[in-house]
């Protein structure tokens, strides 16, 4: 028994030697990593995890700090800084650029996710096919998306599409700045961080969200009116900067390309899925109104929704892609990973 323990030790002890004898040689890297939302955001811990796992798999040669809350640029402007190098590694919500990206806007159109985490894995496998077309400035790394959101509202319900007509609501992407204004309603264009201050301010009356990031970011106390309908997810990137990597020793690139995979990408999407859903139960709670519609209302909703489709298509065949194979494809992932709605 004891050889055997002692043949252990050796053993963990030579993986030990032998891990750290490849990367004996290699250059020290400090990456810059960029988000855009509060520290106190789920996503926060998840690069720090990220981070942490790679340091420890470059055996210290690949270090890390997480830089959150627009410290090194603005949210709209997270690719162009992993493309330009002013950070190596960005968090990037692609609806925020309208027309940058139609491919991955797929993942916007509504009533075709229905959870966060199966979702995220759906998303990035079937991306991963087109990243390169369409994210060739940096290297695309992983995709995911948010536990679905809805419409939430400063004072009144909102039922019906001819509700919006008349409101000025802030869309959490292009896609639903296109639905609020093929329904009427006059879109507000800001980041997430500035979501609470416009609606307080009365720049806007509306707004889509995932349910967790209300309480988070204050919006819970300029909003009453939420409707409990998954009704989109915004979808979202890692993206890492070009020239940094190829700086990198082969061995280096493996411990990257290792953390740029589909199992982080639930990694990263689960607690971030957990904290939106959670999110109903604790408005309802704080005495909001958490209202539901009707099965003929819903159907007018997406009915309301079709035109979205056509548009995500023209603007796919327009950056020469094939729109039915391209859905086809996302769909089938979907179904695999028991997110369709």
């Known amino acids: 028994m004891k050889a055997r323990f002692a043949g252990y030790v050796y053993a963990a002890a030579l993986a030990t030697v032998v891990t750290s004898g490849a990367f004996a040689q290699d250059k020290t890297f400090e990456l810059k990593l960029s988000h855009w939302v509060p520290p106190s955001h789920p996503l926060q811990k998840a690069l720090e ?12 040669t690949i270090k890390f700090k997480v830089y959150p809350a627009q410290q090194l640029g603005k949210a709209f402007d997270h690719y162009d800084m992993a493309r330009d190098g002013i950070a190596d590694l960005t968090y990037i919500n692609p609806g925020y650029q309208p027309g940058r990206f139609p491919i991955i806007g797929a993942g916007e159109l509504p009533f075709l996710i229905a959870n966060g985490k199966g979702g995220s894995q759906a998303l990035d496998a079937w991306y991963r096919k087109y990243a390169d077309r369409e ?34 609501i802030r869309p959490a992407h292009a896609t639903m700045a296109t639905f609020v204004t093929q329904l009427g309603g006059t879109n507000v264009q800001s980041s997430a961080p500035e979501v609470r201050d416009i609606l307080e301010k009365g720049v806007a009356d509306a707004v889509t969200f995932p349910w967790g990031s209300i309480p988070l970011f204050g919006i819970d106390k300029v909003t009453k009116y939420h409707m409990e309908v998954p009704l989109y997810v915004t979808t979202f990137a890692f993206v890492f900067n070009k020239d940094k990597y190829n700086q990198m020793s082969a061995s280096q690139k493996k411990v990257i390309d290792n953390h740029c995979t589909n199992e982080w990408a639930l990694r990263v999407a689960s607690p971030w899925a957990d904290f939106e859903h959670s999110g109903i139960a604790k408005l309802k709670a704080e005495g909001h109104d958490v209202y539901t519609i009707s099965p003929e209302q ?4 997406k009915k309301a929704a079709e035109p979205l489709h056509k548009s995500w298509a023209d603007s796919v065949k327009k950056a020469g892609g094939n729109p039915d194979t ?16």
């Open 49 to 60: 995890d990220w981070g942490t796992s790679v340091e420890k798999d470059s055996g210290g």
């Open 298 to 301: 819903l159907a007018e909703w």
């Open 135 to 168: 994210m060739k400035d940096v290297k695309f790394c992983l995709a995911f998306v948010h536990d679905p959101g809805t419409f939430h509202s400063k004072s009144k319900k909102i039922m019906v599409p001819a509700d919006i007509k008349g409101m000025k």
């Open 326 to 341: 391209i859905m086809n494809e996302l769909k089938a992932e979907l179904v695999k990973f028991k997110s369709a709605y």
